[in-house]
């Protein structure tokens, strides 16, 4: 069963790597959200375990990778998008105070619609931009993930594209 998951995720990533091989995709700061959601589940995967008691409890458990280079290349990836997203989160911060200061209003809901428009093309436009710093990203091959033993869920496969390889 895990080995049929994993083949399934890794087929639906192969269409989306097949175009990118050999190049490096320019991460937009929508992505980036997405691929550090990702990152940080390759930190564990919760399971339901028996307490002590008898009680059932939650518990985070690693992924069994094996490899400390990987897992510091998930973190230095980690830490290189999270610092994208603050970069896009200030000027998100920027362009709201730009435009409740030229409303003359103290919160966004304060709107003209018309001013909202404008505001919403200024998100859009900042979301579909390059992520700073994202070109210096670690690749991860997929066999580095050890697919066959630990069942990362697909939605966290198909985040991680951007970065990681299929294996030839």
């Known amino acids: 069963m895990k080995r049929i998951i994993a083949t399934v995720a890794l087929a639906c990533l192969s269409v989306q790597l097949a175009f990118a091989e050999d190049a ?40 069994e990778f ?17 610092a994208a997203i603050k970069s896009a989160q200030q000027v998100q911060q920027a362009l709201t105070k730009e435009a409740t200061t030229k409303a003359e209003v103290t919160e966004l809901k304060d709107l003209k619609p018309e001013d909202v428009v404008v505001f919403n093309k200024q998100i859009e436009d900042l979301m579909t931009q390059p992520a700073a710093g994202t070109q210096d990203l670690a690749r991860i091959k997929a066999s580095e993930l050890k697919l066959g033993k630990n069942e990362i869920p697909g939605s966290i496969l198909s985040a991680l594209s951007p970065i990681l390889d299929l294996d030839k």
């Not at 995709?25 to 008898?54: C, E, F, Y």
């Not at 094996?66 to 999270?82: E, F, H, P, Q, W």
Request: charged fraction near 20%; charge should be positive.
């Open 24 to 63: 490096k995709p320019k991460i937009i700061i929508r992505d980036a959200l997405a691929l550090q959601t990702a990152l940080q589940a390759l930190d564990g995967h919760q399971v339901i375990v028996k307490g002590p008691n008898g009680a059932d409890a939650i518990v985070t458990l690693p992924w």
């Open 66 to 82: 094996g490899d400390a280079t990987l897992r510091l290349k998930i973190v230095n990836d980690l830490n290189i998008v999270v």
